[in-house]
């Protein structure tokens, strides 16, 4: 990905998979790894609708109290 005005990398990209399994294991093998003196930084991406808000799934929080 390139920066619009600058034209320099921001420093991400996106890759697609055809299916869940192979994407696990690309990211269980490379997170973590150095590239070109750089520690990569792997995770997946959420899915968004173009023009439509994005819907982070939250996990309801619980808080405890020890009295």
Known sequence: MYD???GRSRGF???????EY???CAKDAMDGKV??????????????VRGGPVIVPRLPT????NV
């Open 13 to 19: 990209c996106f890759v697609q998979f055809s299916n």
């Open 22 to 24: 192979e994407a696990k």
């Open 4 to 6: 619009k005005n600058s």
């Open 35 to 48: 590239m070109l003196g750089r520690p990569l930084r792997i995770s997946f991406a959420l899915g968004k």
């Open 62 to 65: 619980v808080c405890r109290f």
